[in-house]
């Protein structure tokens, strides 16, 4: 899909159930947001996915230089204000993620959390960096494909199906858009105010990174308190395409919930399913007689089930669907069904639930369900 943002129309991919946590993911320089094609998908059971095409590259508008870090930041900031996200986990790799930190000095307050992928804190020599700029704009981006390739993906890599979409990528990207890009590089240096950033972090780094080697990840990470590091062997400067697992196995475990915050972890889920107004409303009817239950269930179903991110936030809401019609709770069915409209669930969805409903649990449970369904349906309709 398409939006206008920050004067221009960006091209944006969106996956994972819209009341899902954010995560937006950033690609690096002379690629598109196709590089994050595996982890995202991976990771779109738990979260909603927003990757972007960033200025000049993809299909986003290609505007005249020069382009700055904190500009880019800026269209990332415009297209999630956009798409109504208040608050995101922030992915970038390269360029991405020297974006994901200027996203963080801009408004720390709506980053949940970085996950910076072979990036730093700045990418030297900025002379390079504009020499490349100059020969972008005189002979396109064919002129420096081979140099920029074998620091992309190990040798190893190079011959590739996935190796030769990276080629595509890059003599697809504009020569304007590359270069006042390259040229953002050239001038970031990020180093004074991503070292006053509170906030969890990750740093992953392949081994064989030429770009940004080990020792720049190394310096990122003790810029940022608490962060931790993930050296990738074997992965050079694009790992996401070369190692797509590595990487979605880091990000996962990185974004798990700890088991210390899994009441207000909970407690979101419990909102972004079943709505602000029914959990502000059993809050407020909470005493000393069930607090303690209501406490309870937000830690344990919803923050213990329902932030897992195996199964997306559709299939549990059927699943839970199902569970319910079949054991009769019949409140808690038209409760569940009323938070569909939040979880993705058609009403085709629950129709098709019921019918395995009648087979496996038996036709008078289902044939009951299906009427509270169609009587909640209506009234939501309505």
């Known amino acids: 899909m398409f939006l206008r943002a920050n004067g221009i129309a960006i091209h944006v991919r969106q996956d994972g159930p819209p009341g899902a946590p954010a995560l937006l993911m950033l690609h690096s320089l002379g690629t598109t947001a196709a590089i994050w094609d595996a982890p995202a998908a991976a990771l779109a059971t738990g979260f909603r996915i927003i990757r972007p095409d960033l200025r000049g590259h993809g299909l986003t508008e290609a505007t005249q230089g020069p382009y700055t870090i904190a500009g880019l930041a800026a269209d990332a900031w415009a297209l999630l204000d956009a798409l109504g996200i208040a608050r995101a986990h922030v992915a970038g790799i390269s360029i991405g993620g020297m974006i994901a930190q200027a996203m963080a000095h801009a408004a720390p307050e709506r980053v949940a959390s970085l996950a910076l992928v072979d990036t730093a804190l700045a990418i030297l020599p900025p002379q ?126 990185f974004l798990a919930v700890p088991a210390a915050d899994l009441y207000e972890a909970g407690l979101g889920v419990r909102r972004a399913v079943l709505g602000e107004a029914h959990v502000a409303r059993a809050a407020a009817a909470a005493d000393a007689f069930d607090r303690d239950f209501q406490a309870h269930i937000t830690r344990t179903a919803w923050g213990e089930v329902w932030t897992r991110p195996h199964l997306d936030r559709r299939t549990r809401s059927l699943l839970t669907l199902a569970i319910l019609a079949a054991l009769g709770h019949r409140e808690e069915f038209c409760l569940h069904v009323r938070a569909t409209s939040n979880t993705g669930a058609s009403p085709r969805d629950i129709a098709e639930m019921l019918l395995h409903v009648s087979t496996y649990a038996g036709v008078p449970a289902a044939n009951s369900a299906m009427r509270l369904a169609k009587e909640t349906l209506q009234e939501m309709h309505a």
């Open 128 to 253: 390079a960096w504009r020499d490349r700029a100059a020969i972008v704009r005189a002979h396109g981006t064919e002129a420096i494909e081979e140099a920029v390739l074998s620091r992309w993906v190990t040798s190893g890599f190079r011959e590739t199906p996935d190796a030769a979409g990276l080629r595509a990528m890059l003599r697809r990207t504009p020569p304007e858009g590359y270069a006042a890009a390259a040229e953002a590089i050239a001038a970031a240096d990020l180093a004074a105010a991503t070292r006053r950033l509170r906030l969890p972090a990750l740093v992953v780094v392949g081994e064989h990174d030429e770009a940004t080697p080990v020792a720049s990840a190394e310096a990122l990470r003790d810029a940022i308190p608490g962060a931790r590091l993930v050296v990738l062997p074997g992965a050079a400067h694009i790992p996401t395409v070369e190692q797509p697992e590595a990487v979605t196995e880091a990000l996962r475990r």
